[in-house]
């Protein structure tokens, strides 16, 4: 395919991103604590990061492990503070009790983002009728991007979810990570999907490790022999 794939990678902190960027990343994700899997980080790392690289960097709008939304009021203040430092970018997903788009939470988080650009993340993979959370995400503004797997457990299990929704298109870019390795890429690039995002396949040490800048040239080069 000739449209040049997104590769994001997931960055912990400033070395994390050169190591990424000079791989080959299009864009970042920054988070903290992956034992949560991934939580918002200090307004410190992003300025640290927004300093070390100049491609797009999304940042996990997220307090608490899991899906809820936890304290909404401190969720505001957290981006607000995240935009004064000159975030751009987010990520953010919360369901609710029946495991359906958290619609109060999301709407007031996206309010204070004042139209940024934004990813739902695989709390999608976890809402108990993924295609009625889009219908009641379809109009919130901002919102571009879905983080998804296909499934809670991996692409392995979704990778039918996923190249059914990638026939059916739509306004928001599907986003494969979770479980995603070199040998899904041609079967999804075939079906159209363009971005990717890998966090553990970057440190192939593990999470104790740097993001490799070898791991992340291989997958640029695939993604982009495909």
Same mark, same amino acid.
């Not at 995240?82 to 975030?87: C, E, M, P, T």
């Not at 309010?111 to 959370?133: M, N, S, V």
């Given at each position: 395919?000739?449209? +040049?794939?997104?590769?994001?990678?997931?960055?912990?902190?400033?070395?994390? !991103?050169?190591? *990424?960027?000079?791989?080959?990343?299009?864009?970042?994700?920054?988070?903290?604590?992956?034992? !949560?899997?991934?939580?918002?980080?200090?307004?410190?790392?992003?300025?640290?990061?927004?300093? !070390?690289? %100049?491609?797009?960097?999304?940042?996990?709008?997220?307090?608490?492990?899991? /899906?809820?939304?936890?304290?909404?009021?401190?969720?505001v203040r957290t981006a607000?503070?995240?935009?004064?430092?000159?975030?751009?970018?987010?990520?953010?997903? /919360?369901? %609710?009790?029946?495991? =359906?788009? @958290?619609?109060?939470?999301?709407?007031?988080?996206?309010?204070?983002?004042?139209?940024?650009?934004?990813? /739902?993340?695989?709390?999608?993979?976890?809402?108990?009728? +993924?295609?009625?959370?889009?219908? =009641? &995400? *379809?109009?919130?503004?901002g919102l571009d991007t879905?983080?998804? *797997?296909?499934?809670?457990?991996?692409? %392995?299990? $979704? &990778?039918?979810?996923?190249?059914?929704?990638?026939?059916?298109?739509? @306004? #928001? =870019?599907?986003?494969?990570?979770?479980?995603?390795?070199?040998?899904?890429?041609? #079967?999804?690039?075939?079906?159209?999907?363009?971005? /990717?995002?890998?966090?553990?396949?970057?440190?192939?040490?593990?999470? $104790? =490790?740097?993001?490799?800048?070898?791991?992340?040239?291989?997958?640029?080069?695939?993604? %982009?022999?495909?």
């Open positions: 395919m000739s449209e +040049r794939a997104v590769l994001e990678v997931i960055a912990l902190d400033a070395e994390d !991103a050169i190591a *990424a960027r000079t791989g080959g990343a299009d864009r970042l994700e920054l988070i903290t604590d992956i034992a !949560a899997d991934g939580l918002t980080p200090p307004v410190t790392t992003f300025t640290a990061i927004r300093s !070390a690289v %100049d491609i797009p960097l999304r940042v996990m709008l997220r307090l608490t492990e899991g /899906f809820a939304a936890g304290d909404v009021d401190r969720l607000r503070e995240l935009r004064a430092a000159g975030a751009e970018e987010f990520v953010l997903g /919360f369901l %609710d009790a029946d495991g =359906q788009a @958290d619609l109060d939470a999301v709407e007031r988080v996206v309010a204070e983002l004042a139209g940024c650009r934004w990813t /739902f993340h695989r709390a999608i993979d976890h809402a108990t009728d +993924r295609e009625a959370l889009r219908k =009641q &995400l *379809a109009d919130l503004p879905y983080l998804t *797997a296909g499934s809670p457990t991996g692409v %392995d299990e $979704g &990778l039918p979810t996923l190249l059914a929704e990638a026939a059916r298109g739509g @306004d #928001q =870019q599907l986003l494969v990570g979770g479980g995603l390795r070199l040998d899904h890429v041609p #079967q999804l690039r075939a079906a159209g999907i363009d971005a /990717f995002h890998i966090g553990g396949a970057a440190r192939p040490g593990g999470w $104790g =490790q740097r993001v490799s800048v070898e791991a992340v040239k291989e997958w640029r080069r695939v993604l %982009d022999s495909h």
